[in-house]
């Protein structure tokens, strides 16, 4: 045990976390049991790390562990939460969870022993923490942990603490929003820098990102795809190929019966590969209102623009880059779908948004709320595309 506090302590004194992601306000930690997920990459070891040092710093009544410590081959989680529940310990940090076999049970059982421990666990964006957990499905608050907003990379850079603004507010007072912000930032200066860069956390170390995206994408593939969902190493190659095909194309309308045969697999196959990647925050899908998987979505988009540079680099489309960002900002929040009347996408039913390169006034629809590009505020429902990633 004291290995491990020594690990924690190590850990909690040398955290790295300039930015406070948002969620850390947003989270009823009240909650006896709490689920974080989020895609790998996006900072969860930092982010429950980053709790620690603000709640307990190295009060041992904290503890973080990391399943990756082969001491839990040979010990349970049950066996190592009492151990640290006599000792005064009150609030367990669980990270890399999947790989522990009985993590759902065991969890289960010491929420039911220990009535003053406090769990927090990451889990990764694959697992379906609640739909196939029915120890659980009751009893945890799940939450997602999404890569870096432009808001919150625009103060990384800055030093600015701009706050998260709802679509509502955004759509109702953007000129006075982006005025606000535009009056001790260029957030233009920064804009492209983010789409290329921005939205994994690691841009901040000093490694070189396409590198260290390009691992964590197959890291994505090997462990959140393939060993999460259990599929053998052999069918590595068609999922790889299947993502690379549909990033290349991207955003564009699936042919299941093409791709079934380009990667030799049925077309059933085909299509749960696309959910799991889709899962994995490498893509997403674009469906009407009212439709879902396993229905054929009407779109297939790269999930966020910086995986769109890693796949292809120097080759981007800035169009599809804008309309890419545009998507993943509003599917933060929001239930996206098909546009309607031309528009990009709709959201939560009622939103028409369609990106806009420049200004088309004589045809602009007072319906229709446009993402302009290159402009740092906005008039009537003309709104600066930038301010959209001030949605968290």
Request: proline share 3%; glycine share 4%.
């Amino acid at each position: 045990m004291e290995t491990f506090y020594r690990t924690h302590k190590y850990l909690v004194e040398h955290v790295q976390s300039p930015v406070r992601r948002l969620l850390m306000d947003e989270i009823d930690w009240s909650h006896r049991l709490i689920g974080i997920k989020g895609s790998r990459g996006v900072g969860k070891t930092t982010f429950l790390l980053q709790y620690a040092k603000e709640k307990f710093d190295t009060d041992r009544r904290c503890l973080y562990v990391n399943f990756n410590n082969f001491y839990f081959t040979e010990h349970s989680l049950v066996s190592f939460a009492e151990q640290f529940y006599r000792q005064g310990g009150r609030t367990l940090l669980i990270d890399q969870t999947f790989k522990y076999e009985n993590w759902s049970k065991e969890l289960r059982e010491c929420y039911d022993r220990f009535p003053e421990l406090h769990i927090v666990f990451s889990g990764s964006s694959v697992m379906r923490l609640i739909e196939d957990n029915d120890d659980i499905s009751n009893i945890v608050a799940l939450y997602n942990l999404r890569g870096f907003s432009f808001r919150e990379y625009l103060n990384f850079y800055t030093g600015n603490h701009f706050p998260a603004y709802t679509l509502s507010e955004i759509l109702e007072n953007h000129v006075r929003i982006a005025q606000e912000i535009t009056s001790s930032a260029r957030p233009l200066d920064h804009f492209p820098a983010y789409l290329h860069h921005g939205y994994y956390p690691f841009f901040m170390e000093e490694r070189n990102f396409s590198e260290n995206l390009l691992k964590t994408m197959n890291m994505m593939l090997e462990v959140d795809i393939l060993l999460i969902k259990q599929i053998e190493l052999k069918y590595l190659s068609k999922i790889r190929k299947l993502m690379y095909m549909l990033m290349c194309a991207a955003p564009s309308t699936p042919n299941v019966s093409n791709l079934s045969a380009e990667i030799e697999t049925s077309r059933a196959t085909i299509m749960n590969y696309i959910k799991y990647l889709k899962d994995a925050r490498l893509l997403n899908l674009l469906y009407d209102a009212g439709d879902d998987f396993p229905k054929k979505p009407n779109l297939i988009y790269v999930h966020n623009s910086n995986l769109m540079h890693t796949i292809s680099p120097g080759n981007v489309d800035r169009a599809v880059e804008r309309r890419t960002f545009l998507y993943n900002a509003l599917h933060a929040r929001h239930k996206v779908n098909t546009g309607k009347m031309q528009a990009d996408f709709c959201a939560d039913k009622q939103y028409n948004f369609i990106y806009q390169s420049h200004r088309q006034q004589d045809k602009q629809n007072p319906r229709l709320y446009y993402a302009m590009d290159d402009i740092e505020v906005g008039f009537k429902n003309e709104i600066p595309l930038w301010l959209l990633g001030f949605l968290y």
